[in-house]
């Protein structure tokens, strides 16, 4: 059993920044490829970034690709969302995953386990 805990989320004004962090509670960290996604209340979850175990394969959805940046440090069991440029689009609750596989990292089902989210709220 992996236990992942977010935090950093919070209220900021469009065109702030934000950094999340999710720190896993298992040894093996970087067995574990990592993931965002976002949810806001009446649609489906939705895919933001993941990284892989080393960090040298990534992806981000078209909606943030040039504005968030995701990252990883296996020393610390901790996988970080760096967000740039927020939009009140972008307002949502963010959770981290956790995937063992990586084969589709950009659907939820692929993954493992998953915080309680942290969330994330742009004002305009």
């Known amino acids: 059993q992996v236990v992942l805990v977010e935090s950093g989320g919070g209220l900021v004004q469009a065109g702030a920044s934000l950094r999340l962090s999710c720190t896993a509670s298992?040894?093996?960290?970087?067995?574990?490829?990592m993931g965002w996604f976002r949810q806001t209340p009446g649609k489906e979850r939705e895919f933001v970034a993941a990284i892989s175990w080393g960090g040298d394969t990534i992806y981000y959805a078209d909606s943030v690709k040039g504005r968030f940046t995701i990252s990883r440090e296996n020393a610390k069991n901790t996988v970080y969302l760096q967000m740039n440029s927020l939009k009140p689009e972008d307002t949502a609750v963010y959770y981290c995953a956790a995937d063992l596989s990586f084969f589709t990292p950009t659907l939820g089902r692929s993954y493992d386990y998953w915080g309680q989210g942290t969330q994330v709220t742009v004002s305009s």
């Open positions: 298992t040894r093996a960290f970087s067995s574990y490829a």
